[in-house]
Structure formats: structure tokens, C-alpha cells
């Protein structure tokens, strides 16, 4: 696995806003609300980036880092489509 080239944000409680908001994400009314969905693994995740559609977080292990299907089309993204990556 590489590491994403961008600066890492640590994320190590459950009660961190992000990760309430993107919990919030799992239900129907959550992404009603906001107009966002997570694309929870790597086959989901390719296949919003084929779809053009903007990723605001890309969340993973830190100690495995970006899955190595996934570094190369994340570090050819212009920034306008991806926030940092989050680790957890």
C-alpha cells in the first residue's frame, strides 16, 4: 500500500464531529439531508471515481495506508475533487 501524498488528518474517537456526520451518512434520512453517500471499499470508491463524482474524504487505515488500487487515480485528481485523506 503507498501513502496518499497529502497530509493526513488523525481521526481516533467515534466522537469526532466528521465521523458522527459521516455515520450519519448510513441512513436514507442522513443522506437525504445532506445529498452525500458513503462508498464504503475499494470497488465502490473506483467506481465514484469513474462517475466523476466529487469525493470529499477518503477515510483508511493509517498503518496500511491508501490501498494501491486506489493511490493512483486519488493522487491524478485535480484538488477541486478530494479533500485530505482521513485515516482512521
Known amino acids: 500500500m503507498t ?13 469526532n464531529p466528521r465521523v458522527k456526520s459521516w455515520s450519519s451518512l448510513l441512513e436514507k434520512k442522513g443522506r437525504d439531508k445532506t445529498g452525500m453517500f458513503l462508498a464504503e471499499g475499494i470497488h465502490l470508491v473506483q467506481e465514484t471515481l469513474r462517475a466523476g463524482l466529487e469525493i470529499s474524504a477518503v477515510v483508511y ?23 485530505r485523506p482521513l485515516p482512521v
Open 61 to 83: 487505515d493509517a498503518e496500511r495506508g491508501v490501498p494501491e488500487e486506489l493511490a493512483a487515480a486519488l493522487a491524478r485528481l485535480p484538488e477541486a475533487r478530494i479533500s
Open 3 to 15: 501513502q496518499f501524498p497529502q497530509h493526513p488528518i488523525m481521526l481516533n474517537s467515534t466522537q
